[in-house]
């Protein structure tokens, strides 16, 4: 018996017909869940249809339902993938700062500057009449962990800052919280005006907000100049 190693048995190719049904599934997938983003921000998930999804990705509803198992799991899937860009953008952001307050900003104006760019999921997230401040009422697993490990990193951020002496000392997590909410009251009223306030004045006069909010007063005229 040979005591040579053997190298592991390499995974089967796939037939070209097989890429080629992936590869349409993929397609499928890709504007059904389009279509139910928008669909979603336009009812509201109780009151969003199948098909009227389908109709907008115009796929039939026996393809909608080859690819999705009924409306809860395209609702899923809006959330993943939205959520999985959100928090990929704003972390490469966040870790490209050099310092405390780099961090903080680019991690809540990259969360500001989505939600602009994205206006159908900022309003499917308004449709659900939650508190954005808790967990308790949020629909789906990917909501809850991008929300507790936003509130990590942006807790982390805050702890950061007051070790610098660069904000008041206080509970980082409250703050956090508090940050957040501050966010999200400012994109609504972006969004009660009609959308039309760019992208970097908003995030402007949210880190001015911020600023005023949480520095301490002896760094407000140096972080004010910051955002110039």
Known sequence: MS????????????????????????LY????????EAEFAARGYDEAHVQAIAKQAGVSLATFYSVFGGKW??????????????????????????DPFGRLRAGLEGYLRF???????LQMQLREHVPWGTTDELRTPEQTRAWETGLQMLTAAF????????????????????????????LVRWMDRGMVDAADDVARAAMLQFVRTFARPDRVAELTARLA
Do not use: K, Y
């Open 29 to 36: 997938r890709h504007a059904i869940v389009e279509a139910a």
């Open 3 to 26: 005591s040579r190693i053997q190298p592991p048995p390499s995974a089967p190719v796939p037939s070209p017909r097989a890429r080629l049904a992936e590869g349409r599934r993929e």
């Open 73 to 98: 799991e395209a609702f899923r899937a809006v959330q993943q993938d939205r959520l999985a860009l959100l928090m990929q953008q704003v972390g490469t952001l966040v870790f490209a700062a050099d």
């Open 159 to 186: 702890r950061e800052g007051m070790a610098a002496g660069l904000l008041f000392d206080d509970d980082p997590e409250l703050c956090a919280r508090t940050a957040t909410a501050m966010s999200q009251v400012r």
């Open 115 to 121: 939600h602009i760019e994205h206006p159908s999921f």
